[in-house]
């Protein structure tokens, strides 16, 4: 069975930093590109961060220089480091993980992550 659970939200100031973690189990996870989507209240899931099998990570603009993709192939985690976090950054945040050979996909139960003063 499949897991993705995900880890480290929370309330946090403006300006703040937080770390997700998300644990991978049921899956090779070297033979998946990683990715971090968030959704606020009332809208679409969107892209925040990817980082491929190889190690190649790309970042949506708004979080370009605040935010940092990384993994962890020996223990099957992907991590979020959050830094400079601003009140629209607050979502649900949701790991995801898509296989490089015949294109599964899973997602974990996602992580509140609420920036308030």
């Known amino acids: 069975q499949v897991q993705l659970v995900e880890s480290g939200g929370g309330l946090v100031q403006p300006g703040g930093s937080l770390r997700l973690s998300c644990a991978a189990s049921?899956?090779?996870?070297?033979?998946?590109?990683m990715a971090w989507y968030h959704q606020a209240p009332g809208k679409q899931r969107e892209l925040v961060a990817t980082i491929t099998s190889g190690g190649t990570t790309n970042y949506v603009g708004s979080v370009k220089g605040r935010f940092t993709i990384s993994r962890d192939n020996a223990k099957n985690t992907v991590y979020l480091q959050m830094n400079s976090l601003k009140p629209e950054d607050t979502a649900v945040y949701y790991c995801n993980a898509n296989g490089i050979i015949g294109g599964s996909r899973y997602w974990g139960q996602g992580t509140q992550v609420t920036v308030s003063s």
């Open positions: 049921g899956i090779i996870f070297r033979l998946y590109d």
